[in-house]
């Protein structure tokens, strides 16, 4: 990709961030989803449903991801797919997961803090199933804007995980996965010579979107994913806070942005400004993610 220029293209944001990354080899995750098909095929006798329900789920969205790149790479631009031809590309994958799994309904979901669980009707599950996809694969999308930080950031959920549910089953289909991103980790961190692409950020938000549905811990996916919902939240405030008063809130959204050396700002935001290297910026937020880990572990396990 290097020698051919089809490397990452960058979106114009206005300010000028991440020009020199512009040509990075792209589309890693296409290595991160066949290698953990090989370790599963692997060991596929002690594969359960919920674990191929996972892989499924990655490999689906996955795919998604591996349309958007390549419409990239074709048309020589930072835009795939339009976003609404992302979400129903969504919507039809998250079909076919409630129709080939159709017990999945029964398991118990967890309230945070509480011993009290439920159980929705299959029709309702349907909602939530989209709720939950939606939301992963779009905010893992949104977190991997920086070198590291959206596989970083994986690794932590799933480490949380790992510790929630270690019956041998769960940790079949989660380990591999684990060891990949560690190994895929060592060529994504500043200066990245790979990035996940969309390929990557889609199948790791539909790995933890099944995973969360898969254990019942749906409701609980704001504190165990909380630097993804917080990378959506700060989009949706970005935008409606601009839509009514013209202004912005971040120096740039999604908010790990906000802590960045820009050039080119001729705006007024709200929160003060902040310029840090991009590592301390990745490595500050691995860290918050893993005391909500914990928040979130604990909210399981009260």
Known sequence: MRKSEHG?????????????????????????VLLWGIALAIFHNDMSLQGLFIFLGALLFGGIGLLDDSLSQIHA???????????????????????????????????????????????????????????????????????????????????GYTILFHDHATLVAILPLIGILVGFLWVNTY??????????????GGAIGAIALATGTSLCLVFL?????????????????????????????????HFEVAQGIDYDYLLPNVEWPEPKIVTRLWIVQAILVGVGILSVYH
């Open 191 to 204: 200066p990245a010579r790979l990035f996940l692409g969309d390929v990557g950020s889609f199948a790791l």
């Open 77 to 159: 631009r930072s835009l795939g797919l339009l976003p609404r031809q992302k979400i129903m590309l969504s919507l039809f994958v998250t079909l076919i997961l409630f129709f080939a799994f159709p017990s999945l309904y029964r398991i118990p979901i967890m309230i945070p803090f509480s011993p009290v669980t439920f159980i929705l009707p299959r029709a309702v599950f349907f909602f939530l199933l989209c709720g939950v996809f939606l939301s992963t694969t779009n905010s893992m999308n949104l977190t991997d804007g920086l070198d590291g930080l959206a596989t970083g950031t994986s690794l932590i959920i799933l480490a």
């Open 8 to 32: 990452q293209r960058i979106r114009d944001y206005g300010p000028r961030l991440h020009e020199k990354k512009s040509g990075t080899p792209t589309m890693g995750g296409v290595v991160i």
């Open 225 to 257: 994913a909380a630097l993804l919902v917080a990378e959506s939240v700060s989009v949706i405030l970005q935008v409606t806070y601009f839509r009514f008063t013209g202004r912005r809130i971040f120096k740039i959204s999604p908010f790990h942005h």
